[in-house]
């Protein structure tokens, strides 16, 4: 491909997880021109399926992606996988626009932005946590609980979070231990783990315990060990929003119980419609607890509203070149 060219869609989607691809496929379906730039790299690419997505239960999110990329090639769309998984700039043109620069030099121009670039899982320091992410190492009690279910689970307390997560997860399992962990806990927390029959372990963990590649324990600092078939973390979520740093939308930091456990950019929930005129959002990039089926309804929406937002322009066109043409 020619670096130096342009090239005009309608619509530029940046993203290519579920809540992209559903949007480009809505525009496409719509007779638009689409453009997806596919980093490749989806937030659930760890783990080995999905859960919760009517019709597609347990399916593989790799594959539920690549018949995602087939549907939407189908219609017109042109995928590029890889431009997105670098450092984009997007600028707003004079004429009208974004031209958005791609990590491989070249350029594109677009009427429209969709942006559903998602959110990066910020683990907690503990080794060997990384490696076991998505498998059995977990966070969403609706992606995963049923599959670990009755099984004795361990949350890692490191905020607020963790305690509302043993309260949680105790849905799934009458074997739930809290450790402390770095998270100092006040008395009202102990009392409301009592009460739903939580154990608390104390003290830091320092490790895992693997056996066979399967999760059977952690390890703490004076040298005890908690078992467990499943250890549940509070990851901070941070938006993947580089795409969106040259528009000057702001990152707003995410919130709960006065700790702030992610960051996010602001859409309107209904559209994803952004205070910048032609942006919109779709998936974790403003939602970040999101699962996949509500990330793939909130890019069909935004789809939709781009597109009406399209329609009323080519209206208010079309009405002036009809005026014109009576005029003369």
């Given at each position: 491909?020619?670096?130096?060219m342009t090239?005009?869609f309608?619509?530029?989607?940046?993203?290519?997880?579920?809540a992209g691809?559903?949007?480009?496929?809505?525009?496409?379906?719509?007779?638009r021109s689409?453009?997806?730039?596919?980093?490749?790299?989806?937030?659930?690419?760890?783990?080995?399926?999905?859960?919760?997505?009517?019709?597609?239960e347990?399916?593989s999110?790799?594959d539920?992606?690549?018949?995602?990329?087939?549907?939407?090639?189908?219609?017109?769309?042109?995928?590029?996988?890889g431009?997105?998984?670098?450092?984009?700039?997007?600028?707003?043109l004079?004429?009208?626009?974004?031209?958005?620069?791609?990590?491989?030099?070249?350029?594109?121009?677009?009427?429209?932005?969709?942006?559903a670039?998602?959110l990066?899982?910020?683990?907690p320091?503990l080794?060997?946590?990384?490696?076991?992410?998505?498998?059995?190492?977990?966070?969403?009690?609706?992606?995963?609980?049923w599959?670990?279910?009755?099984?004795?689970?361990?949350?890692?307390?490191t905020?607020p979070v963790?305690?509302?997560?043993?309260?949680?997860?105790r849905?799934?399992?009458a074997?739930?231990?809290?450790?402390?962990?770095?998270?100092?806990l006040?008395?009202?927390?102990?009392?409301?783990l009592?009460?739903?029959?939580?154990?608390?372990?104390?003290?830091?963990?320092?490790?895992l315990?693997?056996?066979?590649?399967?999760?059977?324990?952690?390890?703490?600092?004076?040298?005890?060990?908690?078992?467990?078939?499943a250890?549940?973390v509070?990851?901070?979520?941070t938006a993947?929003?580089?795409?969106?740093?040259g528009?000057g939308?702001?990152i707003?930091?995410v919130?709960?119980?006065?700790?702030?456990?992610?960051?996010?950019?602001?859409s309107?929930?209904?559209?994803?419609?952004?205070a910048?005129?032609?942006?919109?959002l779709?998936?974790?990039?403003?939602?970040?607890?999101?699962?996949?089926?509500?990330?793939?309804?909130?890019g069909?929406h935004a789809?939709?509203?781009?597109n009406?937002?399209?329609?009323?322009?080519?209206?208010?066109?079309a009405?002036e070149?009809?005026r014109a043409?009576?005029?003369?």
């Amino acid at each position: 491909m020619d670096n130096t060219m342009t090239h005009d869609f309608d619509v530029a989607v940046v993203g290519g997880g579920a809540a992209g691809l559903a949007g480009a496929l809505t525009l496409a379906r719509a007779r638009r021109s689409v453009l997806v730039l596919d980093s490749g790299s989806p937030r659930n690419a760890p783990a080995a399926h999905m859960h919760g997505y009517l019709g597609r239960e347990g399916a593989s999110p790799a594959d539920l992606l690549a018949r995602g990329r087939a549907e939407v090639a189908g219609y017109g769309a042109v995928i590029r996988s890889g431009a997105a998984g670098t450092a984009i700039a997007a600028d707003r043109l004079p004429g009208g626009g974004f031209l958005v620069r791609c990590g491989d030099g070249s350029t594109v121009r677009a009427g429209r932005l969709l942006v559903a670039t998602g959110l990066v899982d910020e683990l907690p320091e503990l080794p060997g946590l990384r490696a076991r992410w998505g498998r059995d190492v977990l966070h969403c009690p609706y992606c995963h609980g049923w599959e670990v279910r009755d099984q004795p689970l361990a949350v890692l307390a490191t905020g607020p979070v963790s305690v509302y997560q043993a309260q949680l997860w105790r849905q799934w399992s009458a074997q739930v231990t809290l450790l402390s962990h770095t998270w100092h806990l006040t008395a009202e927390d102990r009392e409301l783990l009592a009460a739903r029959g939580v154990e608390v372990a104390e003290g830091e963990v320092s490790g895992l315990i693997v056996a066979e590649d399967r999760l059977t324990g952690v390890t703490l600092a004076d040298g005890a060990t908690v078992e467990c078939g499943a250890l549940i973390v509070a990851p901070r979520f941070t938006a993947r929003s580089g795409v969106l740093a040259g528009l000057g939308l702001p990152i707003v930091d995410v919130v709960r119980d006065g700790h702030v456990i992610g960051t996010c950019v602001e859409s309107d929930p209904a559209t994803g419609a952004t205070a910048l005129a032609g942006v919109w959002l779709a998936g974790n990039v403003t939602a970040p607890t999101e699962q996949v089926s509500g990330a793939a309804a909130q890019g069909v929406h935004a789809a939709a509203a781009i597109n009406t937002d399209l329609v009323a322009e080519e209206t208010r066109a079309a009405l002036e070149a009809h005026r014109a043409g009576r005029a003369g």
